[in-house]
């Protein structure tokens, strides 16, 4: 039976039952996630839907805080621990109140990095004595928000990237008679590690060099407000992979530190940015969709760095900031999809046509089928792949007919057939063979779109374990791709939960079931906001659950996805526009009811619907 290795991705989070399903567990309850695909189907909705799951931002905070708790009181860190999430990482306002709720014990707080991001900020119910921090490129109008929020009496830091900004700042300093705490960005030598490490090093976009740290200090020591400069802050990418990266990034910040104390700056946090890693894959590698370490283990090294950075250059311990993000938030979301069909090639012998003169790629594919033994097979089915070859270029020069071309297809599937079988009587391993392996594998055709649902598996070929939510208890039968149900040949999951196998491209899946959710997991992080509307396949469906008082099945809230109108909206075809047309369009053919019918349409959902109406 196959687990999809989901013990090691999903920190305990997800697991099977005995009667084969998927269910969400959390202090000592548990719950299957076909009940909950069950409440969603009752409230109206169908898939593809995100099912968010808010108790496990709060496991995973409460991980983190109690890692860097335990951690200093190891070391014996006086500093204290402040996080702040950085909303980029999933906005949604549902997500940052539950988020709000969990982290209201820690004074958690939110970082911000746009307009928008800053006005959703201050208007968030951020628990007392929380931080908010701003980065980002700022023109005026961030800056006067955030002193704005100042003036509202948030624990608010503006966080430089350039002197221009400062400048912008003083101005507005100047008129409002208020201005925000002050951080600098610095631009770190040391580089992150993983696929977002140019986040970090000399060439990076972000932060202040030497000078312009200096030009900065200058700036403030003319408008007496040196004073208020109190954090230092650096973020060398995220999903690091391993945690020597961070380790040196701390130790030159702690140069910097010690430098700009000697300059008069009192520097109350070192803010680290975020960066700890999610092992999508379960393989606790260093490889890009993995991490290396635990966040106990990246706690430990980043307060034990600190402490001993400090002692090196003698400096009072400073707040650790975190700005945390993709770690917190990817847990919480899954996206289901179910199966549209399983779309293989027809090939089948009774599908052979006769024809009188047979092409000679043809005659030596039929040889190669019928004199194919046990002793010659490899070689055969070595010989069959040139004259597939043969036949394909025929066919393109106009050599050969459409009849012929299909007759090849069908011996060659034969002959791969055939070859498997002899294979696996010699208990041979035939899924070494990468072209045997890809044409094994089937189209799952799944109704979602990996544009929208996963966008860094299309952008970046970023890994999500994806697995069957039910049938677990029966072998896996076949190997299978996932496709999207977009007209765009990038609409594939090229990678799946199994590094260094075969079954990284190809998922172990069931053979045809009638009723078969397949789960895409660890989507709390980025995918939302990342998402787009290719093909204008919208926003999907979601519902958000909880455990009730009964350890039972709570829904705590459900949203409809985009309908064809809203994406429609979105494009520009304002609802004037759309009703003037279709009018134009109906005027002539005096048919209220067909108007009817198709105008239904501007409310269904963007995405496949079982069955349809009418
Ligand atoms: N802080 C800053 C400045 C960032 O740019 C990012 C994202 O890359 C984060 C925090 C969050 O990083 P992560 O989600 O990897 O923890």
Redesign the pocket.
Known sequence: LRRFRVDNWSEGYFSINEAGEVVVRCQGQSIPLTNVIEAAHNLGLSTPFIIRFPFLIGEQIKKFYRAFQHAKEEFNYKGEHKAVF?I??NQNRHFIERLLHYGKDFSYGL?AGSKAELFAVLISDIPENALITC?GFKDREFLDLAVIGKQLGKDICVIIESVEELVGLIDIYRRAETIPDIGFRIKLSSRGSGK?EK?SGEGAKFGLSSTEILLAIDLLKEHDLLDRVNLLHF?I???ITNVRTMKRAIREAGVIFAEVAKLGLNIKYLNI????GVDYSGSKSSSLASAEYSIEEFANDVVFTMEDMCNKHGLERPGIVT?????IAAYHAIVVTDLVEIMGAEYDLSHYQQTQNEVKPLLELKYALEYMNEKNYIEYYHDALEFKEDLRTMFTLGLCSLVDKSNGDILFQEIVEKTIAIALRKGENFEKDPFLRKFLAEKYLCNFSVFNAIPDSWAIRQLFPIMPLKHLDRPCDNFGVITDITCDSDGVVNAYQFPDTAENEYLPLHDEMADYPIGIFLTG?YQEVLANKHNLLGQMNEISVDFNEEGKLDVVSSEQGDTVKDVLNGMRYDDAFINNQSKRFFQSMDNPKLFRRFRSYLNSYTYMIKDGHD
């Open positions: 950085p980029k990482v970082e980065n977002w986040s973020h990418g995220s999903q940015g975020g960066g700890i700005e945390s993000g993709r770690v992080a």
